[in-house]
């Protein structure tokens, strides 16, 4: 008898109403957008997988299948190693100096009362409005080595015995190039760090004033708990992009990978493996590679980052 009162009342026909419109809503929103993930994403990676199994010198219809044999190449290849050691340089240093930076910087800003602090933020954001293609020409004039401004300052304070052929130096390439990309983000990461200070309560640094804390002690006390979960982010996210991200530098800064193949990345040598080479199949392999690299590197970096949050 309830149940019919509340069909004649009308409610249960209302409700299933609502919720069609709901899941048509929902559906409006979220198909075009799995649609073109699908088109654009899913299926191009499925088919580097399906790729990387066969013989290929260009992407057309002539190839022959080979099975792992690319991956039993790869394996082998002392050169592909030799990338695979200089994109783990770039990710260990680059991303330890820049978030370290970053926090640095955004803590200093953070914590004081500073007129010309949007200034601050706009001149450390400047970088990342910039290509990254530009400020690798940019770095290139920097370091070159008769007319570059850092061997022209070193000239002018005489210390003529620290030049060197900076991008042309087995020991000095992969440092100029991890300088480069250092510079490019700090500023991105500082003023993610700086909202994220923004909104710690400042309730908390008065009483830490009060009991004697110092400005040193209250960063790691207060502002480093209460900010992990945006750091962990950010950190994930870098190491993921600094992969994309030193292709782009290595080719613009040292188009052959740098002498010996001293700055070569993985996506540097899948890119020449792929157009310089004509060995497609074997590309294909070494972009299946990045891709469980980066995948694996994901999880263990959230693993080593995850800690208890702070609520504030």
Same mark, same amino acid.
């Given at each position: 008898m309830l149940s019919a009162v509340k069909a004649k009342d009308g409610k249960p026909?209302? @409700?299933?109403?609502?919720?069609?419109?709901?899941?048509?809503?929902?559906?409006?929103?979220?198909?075009?957008?799995?649609? =073109?993930?699908?088109? &654009?994403?899913?299926?191009?990676?499925?088919?580097?997988?399906?790729?990387? @199994?066969?013989?290929?010198?260009?992407?057309?219809?002539?190839?022959?299948?080979?099975?792992?044999?690319?991956?039993?190449?790869? &394996?082998?290849?002392?050169?592909?190693?030799?990338?695979?050691?200089?994109?783990?340089?770039?990710?260990?240093?680059?991303?330890?100096?820049?978030?370290?930076?970053? @926090?640095?910087?955004?803590? =200093?800003?953070?914590?004081?009362?500073?007129?010309?602090?949007?200034?601050?933020?706009?001149?450390?954001?400047?970088?990342?409005?910039?290509?990254?293609v530009v400020i690798g020409v940019l770095f290139v004039q920097i370091y070159d080595p008769t007319m570059g401004i850092l061997?022209?300052? =070193?000239?002018?304070?005489?210390?003529?015995?620290?030049?060197?052929?900076?991008?042309?130096?087995?020991?000095?390439?992969?440092?100029?190039?991890?300088?480069?990309?250092?510079?490019?983000?700090?500023?991105?990461y500082m003023v993610m760090y700086m909202a994220g200070m923004d909104g710690i309560p400042k309730d908390l640094y008065e009483v830490a004033n009060i009991e004697g804390m110092g400005k040193f002690r209250q960063f790691f006390s207060i502002t480093l708990p209460l900010m992990w979960e945006i750091i962990r982010v950010t950190i994930v996210f870098f190491i993921i992009s600094t992969i994309n991200m030193s292709f782009v530098f290595v080719k613009v800064m040292t188009p052959t990978g740098g002498p010996s193949g001293q700055a070569e990345v993985l996506l540097t040598y899948m890119y020449k493996q792929a157009f310089t080479n004509s060995n497609f199949g074997y590309a294909m392999a070494v972009g299946v590679f990045v891709f469980l690299f980066s995948f694996v590197l994901a999880i263990i970096s959230n693993r080593l980052t995850a800690k208890e949050v702070i609520e504030y």
């Open positions: 026909r209302a @409700l299933r109403s609502r919720k069609k419109q709901r899941a048509g809503f929902i559906a409006v929103c979220t198909v075009p957008t799995v649609i =073109l993930f699908t088109v &654009f994403m899913l299926l191009p990676t499925a088919d580097v997988f399906y790729m990387s @199994l066969f013989r290929m010198s260009s992407l057309s219809l002539n190839k022959e299948f080979i099975g792992l044999q690319n991956f039993q190449i790869l &394996f082998r290849d002392e050169k592909f190693w030799q990338a695979f050691r200089n994109n783990l340089f770039f990710i260990v240093f680059v991303t330890a100096v820049t978030m370290t930076v970053s @926090l640095f910087f955004a803590g =200093l800003l953070a914590q004081t009362e500073l007129i010309e602090k949007p200034f601050y933020r706009t001149v450390f954001f400047f970088p990342n409005v910039l290509s990254l061997t022209s300052t =070193l000239k002018t304070i005489h210390s003529e015995g620290l030049i060197h052929a900076w991008l042309g130096e087995k020991s000095t390439v992969r440092w100029c190039i991890s300088a480069a990309m250092i510079w490019q983000a700090v500023g991105y």
